[in-house]
């Protein structure tokens, strides 16, 4: 059974850090890209970053460069979403998933294209 579980979300005051881990099952994530969502309230679930298989290849949305960066690791099945500089406008509930399509800019953006989903991770960042 597929499963991807969230972690390392929480409470930060603007400028702080977090560090958000994905632990996925073996079937899921092998060979699967992965991608990092946020969705806060009343508002559709974004996509924040994606990368592939390998590591060697990473999508971001264009807001969050420099401040977001997301990496993998494959010997323990992982996927991590380092946050720096927060904002309040970051505050949102934030979502890994695993993609079993080939990599493209058009497979990883949307979330529609995302084969399995975590439960999702609160992140509140207080001004």
């Known amino acids: 059974q597929a499963q991807l579980v969230e972690s390392g979300g929480g409470l930060v005051q603007a400028g702080g850090s977090l560090r958000l881990s994905c632990a996925a099952s073996?079937?899921?994530?092998?060979?699967?890209?992965m991608g990092w969502f946020r969705q806060a309230p009343g508002k559709e679930r974004e996509f924040v970053a994606a990368?592939?298989?390998?590591?060697?290849?990473?999508f971001y949305e264009d807001s969050l460069k420099g401040r977001f960066t997301i990496s993998r690791d494959n010997a323990k099945n992982t996927v991590h979403l380092q946050m720096n500089s927060l904002k309040p406008e970051d505050t949102a509930v934030y979502y890994c998933?695993?993609?079993?399509?080939?990599?493209?800019?058009?497979?990883?953006?949307?979330?529609?294209?995302?084969?399995?989903w975590g439960q999702g991770t609160q992140v509140t960042v207080s001004s």
């Open positions: 073996g079937r899921t994530f092998s060979y699967s890209g």
């Open positions: 998933a695993a993609n079993k399509k080939s990599w493209s800019y058009g497979n990883y953006v949307s979330p529609l294209r995302y084969d399995y």
């Open positions: 990368i592939s298989w390998s590591g060697s290849s990473s």
